[in-house]
């Protein structure tokens, strides 16, 4: 499927006129009647407000050989890991956090200034590891794929 059969596609399943999407991307009607018709293609800044509108990849738009939004579900795994990366780097740090507070608490309790700041100073140091390995792992993870 090319392009301007996509376009055109896409459009009538949302039930939009030419009219209403080119208020949606801020163009000219004329500019989505060109698009259809193959007389002239997006820039790259309309590409990806369209794969924005319409939910689908600009991978799909462009690619002749995709004949449905199941051909590239890159995108979608991508949002998904970002989405799953961000609740597990927030986890890390309220844990960071709490284990920070739990080392002041113990300080205090202890009152030790320097048990307080060896503590806070572990966690750090763990902390710092652990991304430091993570990285390292990541980087010749890529290494040895290429």
Known sequence: MTLQDKLYQLRKQRGMSQLELAEALNVSRQAISKWELGTAIPTIENFLAISKLYGVSVDYLVNDDMTSELDAPVVK?????????????????????????????????????????????????????????????RFFANKSGS
């Open 77 to 137: 795994v991508t949002a998904a890991y970002y989405r799953l990366n961000y609740k597990m780097i927030l986890i890390r740090v309220i844990i960071i956090c709490i284990a920070i507070i739990a080392a002041v608490v113990v300080g205090f309790a202890t009152k030790s200034l320097a048990t307080a700041v060896l503590s806070i100073l572990v966690v750090g140091a763990g902390s710092l590891l652990f991304y430091v390995l993570r990285w390292l792992t």
